[in-house]
C-alpha cells in the first residue's frame, strides 16, 4: 500500500498542497515549525479519521479562513492498493455561523460518502513520533489509545463496539449517579450492565488478541535495536478487579461474563462513586524492560527504545493483519537515536512499500538521500523538491 498522490488544502498551515508521493522512501526535510509534522498529521487522519495532536476539528482548519462563513479543510489522497487504488476524501468543518454546515468530518471514497467509521484503515499508517516514549512513561489512557488507535485500522467490529460503548458508559454513569442520590433504583442498572459488558467484552477480547502478537513482535524489534542487551515484555491489564479475574479468554463472551460478573461485585463501590469502577476505559498495559517496570525503572533511552519497538511491533501487527503494508510515517524520530539504533530502525521499515521521513537535520539522512524516490523542502507551509545534497 502506498500514496502516489496526496493534496492538502487549508490544512494546518497548508493554504493549498499538491505532493506527489513516490513508492519506498520518501523524504520531508525543513527546519522546525514550518509544516513537517502537519504533513505526516494530514496522512495519519486519513488512516484514522483522529487527527494524532488536535482537541479538535477546528485546530486543523487553517487560521486565516477560521472566521469566514464556512472554514473547511480537505485531504485528498489517491492510494495503491493490493485490493484496488482508492481514492480517499475529507473535508474537515471547523467552527461556522452557518447552521446548515455543521462542525466535523465529511469523508468520500471513491466519490461515494461514506460513514467514518467506514473509512478507517482504507488507507492503513503508523506514526511514529518523539512523543511515543509516553506510551511506555505516560498515564494508562496513551497506552489505551496507542491500542485504539492500532486495531481500529484493522477491526471495524472493534470501531463498532468502542463507539457503543462510550454512549453506554456515558448512560451507565449518569444512572449511577441518579440512584446513589435515591432518584432511581439500582435494578435499572441490569439493562446498561448488559449493554456495558457485551460492548466490553468485544474490546478486551481485541485488545488481548492483538497484544499477543505485538508482545511477540516487541520482543524482536528490542533485542534487535539493543543488540540483544535489552528485552521487552508486554502485557495486558484488564480493568477487571480481582487477580483471579485476569486470566485471559478464549472468546469475547467469556470477557463479557467475566465484566458482568466482576460488575455484581463492585455495583454498591460504583453507587456509592457515582461512576463506573471496571471495564476497558480503566485498562492498561504491562510494560518491561529487563524484567522491570518500564515507566519507573527504565532509563530513558531504554524507554525509547521500547517505545520505538512497539511501534515497529504496530505496523508488522497490521501488515499481517491487512496482507498489505501500511505507511510507515517518522516523523523526526531519526534525530534523537544513535547510529545503531538508526541503522536498525531504517533496515526494517525498508521492507515497507512506502516510508515517509522527516527531519530538521539534512545530515542525519545523509546516508539514506540518495535512495529515497522523493525528497521535499518543506518551508512556511509550502512543498517543494529538495535541491540539496
Request: aromatic content about 6%; overall charge negative.
Given at each position: 500500500m502506498y500514496i502516489f498522490d496526496l493534496q492538502l488544502t487549508n490544512f494546518r498551515n497548508y493554504a493549498r498542497s499538491h505532493v506527489p508521493l513516490g513508492e519506498g522512501l520518501n523524504l520531508a526535510i525543513g527546519?522546525?515549525?514550518?509544516?513537517?509534522?502537519?504533513?505526516?498529521?494530514?496522512?495519519?487522519?486519513?488512516?484514522?479519521?483522529?487527527?494524532?495532536?488536535?482537541?479538535?476539528?477546528?485546530?486543523?482548519?487553517r487560521r486565516d479562513i477560521l472566521e469566514s462563513d464556512f472554514p473547511v479543510s480537505r485531504l485528498t489522497a489517491e492510494v495503491h492498493r493490493s485490493a484496488g487504488n482508492l481514492h480517499l476524501e475529507v473535508a474537515i468543518v471547523g467552527r461556522s455561523t452557518d447552521t446548515q454546515h455543521r462542525a466535523g468530518k465529511r469523508v468520500r471514497i471513491n466519490g461515494v460518502a461514506k460513514r467514518a467509521s467506514e473509512a478507517v484503515g482504507q488507507l492503513a499508517a503508523t506514526l511514529f513520533t518523539t512523543l511515543d516514549i509516553d506510551i511506555v512513561a505516560g498515564p494508562p489512557l496513551?497506552?489505551?489509545?496507542?491500542?485504539?488507535?492500532?486495531?481500529?485500522?484493522?477491526?471495524?467490529g472493534y470501531l463498532r463496539a468502542m463507539q457503543r460503548y462510550a454512549k453506554v458508559l456515558q448512560q451507565r454513569n449518569s444512572l449511577l449517579k441518579q440512584v446513589r442520590e435515591r432518584q432511581a433504583s439500582s435494578y435499572d442498572l441490569n439493562f446498561w450492565d448488559q449493554e456495558l459488558a457485551h460492548a466490553g467484552g468485544t474490546i478486551m477480547h481485541a485488545r488481548a488478541e492483538a497484544l499477543g502478537r505485538i508482545a511477540l513482535f516487541g520482543e524482536e524489534q528490542m533485542v534487535n535495536l539493543s543488540d540483544g542487551q535489552e528485552h521487552l515484555d508486554v502485557t495486558y491489564a484488564p480493568a477487571l478487579g480481582k487477580a483471579e479475574l485476569l486470566s485471559v479468554p478464549i472468546e469475547d463472551s467469556e470477557w463479557t461474563g467475566r465484566m458482568l460478573a466482576v460488575m455484581q461485585e463492585t455495583r454498591s463501590r460504583e453507587i456509592g462513586a457515582g461512576v463506573t469502577l471496571v471495564g476497558?476505559?480503566?485498562?492498561?498495559?504491562?510494560?518491561?524492560?529487563?524484567?522491570?517496570?518500564?515507566?519507573?525503572?527504565?532509563?530513558?533511552a531504554q524507554q525509547r527504545t521500547a517505545a520505538l519497538s512497539l511501534r515497529l511491533a504496530e505496523a508488522t501487527y497490521l501488515r499481517d493483519a491487512l496482507g498489505d503494508d501500511p505507511v510507515v510515517l517518522l516523523d523526526d524520530v531519526l534525530s534523537e537515536l544513535d547510529a545503531r539504533r538508526r541503522k536498525g530502525v531504517l533496515e526494517y521499515i525498508d521492507s515497507f512499500e512506502q516510508t515517509i521521513v522527516t527531519t530538521a537535520d539534512p545530515d542525519r539522512v545523509r546516508d539514506i538521500l540518495p535512495g529515497a524516490s522523493a525528497r521535499f523542502l518543506v518551508q512556511a507551509g509550502a512543498i517543494m523538491p529538495f535541491e540539496g545534497e
Amino acid at each position: 500500500m502506498y500514496i502516489f498522490d496526496l493534496q492538502l488544502t487549508n490544512f494546518r498551515n497548508y493554504a493549498r498542497s499538491h505532493v506527489p508521493l513516490g513508492e519506498g522512501l520518501n523524504l520531508a526535510i525543513g527546519e522546525n515549525a514550518q509544516g513537517k509534522s502537519n504533513l505526516l498529521e494530514a496522512i495519519y487522519l486519513l488512516s484514522t479519521l483522529r487527527s494524532s495532536r488536535a482537541s479538535s476539528d477546528a485546530d486543523l482548519v487553517r487560521r486565516d479562513i477560521l472566521e469566514s462563513d464556512f472554514p473547511v479543510s480537505r485531504l485528498t489522497a489517491e492510494v495503491h492498493r493490493s485490493a484496488g487504488n482508492l481514492h480517499l476524501e475529507v473535508a474537515i468543518v471547523g467552527r461556522s455561523t452557518d447552521t446548515q454546515h455543521r462542525a466535523g468530518k465529511r469523508v468520500r471514497i471513491n466519490g461515494v460518502a461514506k460513514r467514518a467509521s467506514e473509512a478507517v484503515g482504507q488507507l492503513a499508517a503508523t506514526l511514529f513520533t518523539t512523543l511515543d516514549i509516553d506510551i511506555v512513561a505516560g498515564p494508562p489512557l496513551l497506552r489505551r489509545r496507542y491500542l485504539d488507535m492500532m486495531i481500529s485500522q484493522v477491526d471495524r467490529g472493534y470501531l463498532r463496539a468502542m463507539q457503543r460503548y462510550a454512549k453506554v458508559l456515558q448512560q451507565r454513569n449518569s444512572l449511577l449517579k441518579q440512584v446513589r442520590e435515591r432518584q432511581a433504583s439500582s435494578y435499572d442498572l441490569n439493562f446498561w450492565d448488559q449493554e456495558l459488558a457485551h460492548a466490553g467484552g468485544t474490546i478486551m477480547h481485541a485488545r488481548a488478541e492483538a497484544l499477543g502478537r505485538i508482545a511477540l513482535f516487541g520482543e524482536e524489534q528490542m533485542v534487535n535495536l539493543s543488540d540483544g542487551q535489552e528485552h521487552l515484555d508486554v502485557t495486558y491489564a484488564p480493568a477487571l478487579g480481582k487477580a483471579e479475574l485476569l486470566s485471559v479468554p478464549i472468546e469475547d463472551s467469556e470477557w463479557t461474563g467475566r465484566m458482568l460478573a466482576v460488575m455484581q461485585e463492585t455495583r454498591s463501590r460504583e453507587i456509592g462513586a457515582g461512576v463506573t469502577l471496571v471495564g476497558p476505559h480503566r485498562d492498561d498495559v504491562t510494560i518491561e524492560v529487563n524484567e522491570l517496570p518500564a515507566a519507573t525503572m527504565a532509563s530513558r533511552a531504554q524507554q525509547r527504545t521500547a517505545a520505538l519497538s512497539l511501534r515497529l511491533a504496530e505496523a508488522t501487527y497490521l501488515r499481517d493483519a491487512l496482507g498489505d503494508d501500511p505507511v510507515v510515517l517518522l516523523d523526526d524520530v531519526l534525530s534523537e537515536l544513535d547510529a545503531r539504533r538508526r541503522k536498525g530502525v531504517l533496515e526494517y521499515i525498508d521492507s515497507f512499500e512506502q516510508t515517509i521521513v522527516t527531519t530538521a537535520d539534512p545530515d542525519r539522512v545523509r546516508d539514506i538521500l540518495p535512495g529515497a524516490s522523493a525528497r521535499f523542502l518543506v518551508q512556511a507551509g509550502a512543498i517543494m523538491p529538495f535541491e540539496g545534497e
